[in-house]
């Protein structure tokens, strides 16, 4: 970037009165804007880019979207953006369905069915979206009903038996209301995780059903009502594996016999003894109201989501069924959100209140011994329960936001926004250990916990538009994530994390608007990290860290004729702890460790991704299209010890199409090929300390196969 910026702005606005079809009109300001005049690092996905490039999964966005991590452990899907995520409590990156947040980590993956667009918004973005946005927002808009009879029907097929069949129907019920539906059966049939033990089955097997149907009406020519309704039914993901090193246990001073019964591991191999499923059901109903009065629009979005979650998981990472568990989440969940935007000529406002109700039950039981007794955990007899049961977890938040653009003088505008939100959690908990047939303890007696936390987070800047095809912004602004309790001790709390962010950034549409660059560099203060610390047997979660992350990224598209087009992305991020030390509880004889300069979790150094495109001429044989994506990532860590357990080495993958388009668009052909070389690479890792067990969940390997699509 040596070109001055006068010059810059000369050279982009060549052809200025030309609109490329290929900009994206997006939401992300709760305002419909151009990407390119949004002061915030946004990439936005539309219906075709999704489509060409087979991304059918929240995990798939990664590898088209700069400084973004997406794993999947047993159903919870984690994000982290430039560093900061899913490391312990609540996700730090916030996810929507159609303006409506998803509380859960396991929601944002299971709706993502005939989408319009995906909006990706990094840094912290609490003014607009306020809690557990830190690391940033990831937005999911379905399609709306249209006024054209019109539909599809898809079907897939790939290695490893995973079939697919989705289908839409679009119907006009009259002048002024549509109608859309859509329905989705997945499943794999053979699991990619191949389990060494004699009968056991094979993981990451799965299958879903889901669908949604939403009407639009028009009530009056200024008031309309969308209503909507999701529903998913599923079983797995399974992908849940464990690499074991009970030599240095905590359990192993317990009962010495456990060190005899490891297991190491291998990519797509594991040693699962017990059974291991998820199901798992989610609805969600949602009424979004808009009333547009000239320059001034109300609108209104109510939301009911529920999930019911049921898994059973091998966590104690050995070849012997001795710690089997049971994982159940009830959730219910209540959002109504209320804002008025305005635009007028000397300014842009958006302003609004919120609030949210979710309830959840959590229990968690853990059967403390299935096999010999010689190998129970902490010596107790065969029938042993170790019951985490928390019978009612209820969080209300309500917040008011507002901001603020003005053009201030000529071709400046200033922005400032303000959150305030309250959030009030009450826990009632009782955990028991059952001894045998024998008797049952409480460790922690039926107890009701209460927590208030406030928080203010604003955001200012300004942008300054050299040309209509140049922009830079800068930027201040605050994020926060939401405190809460421990599930496996009595009345033992955790605050909030906090975040300040220091952002500029350059926006520019050059060679004749056929080329998007826009680069950025960001400055985090990462406070009150919530972070596991080990005492004794337990591990809980505690505000004991913080961080500094610093960075620069780069996103490029080019489009330089109707047959060429090339994306670009790439990141380079310095994150790593400060003012920290933590015991391993996987080796807790080396003490407590200083871990001052170790890099946070999924936090590669440098990463990047590009895709190239070519599609031949339209002709009687109708159009083919070819693309390959490539994708790297460079060492990352799983774990705040960085060790060689923990280590993720630099790795790159290829993914592969061939589209074939009929002359009269109606059918479409798709030829893929995803993870060509075959390459593992850790997505997610957890820890069971006790035990010395690390659980794993890989990637997925070579696939390919066919997709079939009909419009009508």
Request: proline fraction near 5%; include cysteine; glycine fraction near 8%.
């Amino acid at each position: 970037m040596a070109l001055p910026f006068p010059v810059l702005a000369q050279e982009a606005d060549t052809g200025a009165e030309e609109v490329n079809a290929g900009e994206i009109v997006v939401t992300a300001q709760k305002r419909s804007q151009s990407i390119q005049q949004v002061p915030v690092a946004i990439s936005a996905l539309n219906s075709e880019m999704l489509e060409e490039r087979g991304i059918s999964t929240a995990a798939g966005l990664q590898f088209s979207v700069p400084s973004t991590q997406i794993g999947n452990l047993l159903g919870q899907t984690s994000v982290t953006i430039r560093g900061v995520g899913l490391n312990q409590g609540a996700p730090g990156v916030a996810i929507h369905v159609d303006g409506v947040y998803q509380p859960r980590p396991s929601m944002g993956d299971l709706l993502q069915i005939d989408l319009e667009r995906v909006e990706v918004l990094r840094g912290p973005q609490g003014t607009l979206y306020g809690r557990n946005a830190n690391g940033g927002a990831v937005n999911f808009i379905t399609k709306a009903p249209t006024d054209e009879y019109e539909g599809y029907l898809l079907a897939s097929y790939a290695n490893y038996d995973e079939a697919r069949v989705q289908g839409m129907v679009n119907v006009p019920l009259g002048e002024n209301i549509r109608g859309r539906v859509v329905l989705d059966w997945n499943r794999r049939g053979d699991g990619f995780v191949k389990n060494i033990i004699a009968g056991g089955q094979d993981l990451d097997r799965g299958r879903t059903f889901s669908g949604r149907l939403r009407f639009d009406m028009d009530i009056t020519p200024n008031f309309e009502l969308s209503l909507a309704t999701t529903f998913l039914d599923g079983t797995g993901p399974t992908q849940y594996f464990v690499l074991s090193n009970p030599p240095t246990a905590p359990v192993v001073s317990v009962n010495p016999a456990l060190a005899s019964a490891s297991y190491s591991f291998e990519p797509w191999r594991t040693a699962a003894n017990d059974p291991v499923n998820t199901e798992r059901r989610l609805s969600m109903s949602s009424a979004t109201a808009t009333w547009s009065l000239g320059d001034v629009t109300l609108k209104s979005i109510s939301a009911y989501t529920t999930l019911r979650d049921d898994s059973l998981a091998d966590d104690d990472g050995i070849n012997v069924s001795i710690f089997p568990a049971r994982r159940f989440y009830d959730s219910k969940s209540f959002s109504q959100e209320l804002n008025v935007g305005a635009s007028f000529d000397a300014a842009d406002v958006v302003a609004g209140i919120y609030y949210l109700k979710d309830s959840y039950k959590h229990i968690l039981d853990y059967d403390l011994l299935e096999g010999v007794a010689p190998l129970s955990p902490l010596g107790l007899p065969p029938g042993s329960d170790l019951v985490f049961d928390v019978r009612d977890y209820d969080t209300s938040v309500k917040a008011a936001f507002a901001d603020v653009t003005v053009r201030a003088i000529g071709d400046l505008s200033l922005i400032a926004g303000i959150r305030y939100s309250e959030e009030k959690q009450t826990q009632v908990q009782r955990n028991t250990i059952s001894i045998g047939k024998i008797a049952t303890i409480e460790t922690c007696p039926l107890t009701t916990n209460e927590a208030k936390f406030t928080s203010t987070t604003p955001r200012i800047g300004a942008r300054y538009e050299f040309s209509p095809a140049a922009n830079a912004y800068a930027t201040f602004s605050k994020g926060y994530k939401a405190g809460g309790f421990n599930l496996n001790a009595c009345s033992n709390q955790f605050n909030p994390e906090k975040l300040d962010s220091y952002e500029v950034g350059l926006k520019t549409r050059l060679l004749n608007r056929t080329l998007t660059l826009n680069l950025s560099a960001f400055y985090y203060d990462y406070t009150d990290l919530q972070i596991s610390q080990v005492v004794g047997l337990a591990r809980f979660i505690t505000n004991a860290a913080a961080a500094r992350i610093k960075g620069a990224e780069f996103e490029a598209d080019w489009q330089p004729d109707e047959h060429w087009s090339i994306n670009a992305n790439a990141t380079y991020l310095d994150a790593t702890y400060k003012r920290f030390s933590n015991t391993d509880g996987l080796d807790p004889a080396a003490g407590v460790q200083l871990l001052d300069g170790n890099r946070l979790n999924e936090a590669p150094k440098f990463s990047g991704n590009l895709g190239i495109a070519y599609r031949t001429a339209a002709s009687d044989l109708g159009r083919f299209t070819i693309r390959t994506d490539l994708s790297y990532r460079s060492r990352y860590y799983l774990r705040e010890f960085n060790g060689p357990l923990d280590t993720q080495e630099a790795f790159a993958l290829i993914n592969a199409g061939l589209i074939w388009d009929s002359p009269d668009e109606r059918f479409r052909v798709r030829l893929f090929v995803n993870n060509l070389t075959n390459k593992a690479y850790i997505a997610r890792m957890d820890s069971s300390d006790n035990f010395g067990a690390r659980f794993i969940s890989w990637n997925a390997p070579r696939q390919y196969g066919v997709e079939l699509r009909t419009n009508f």
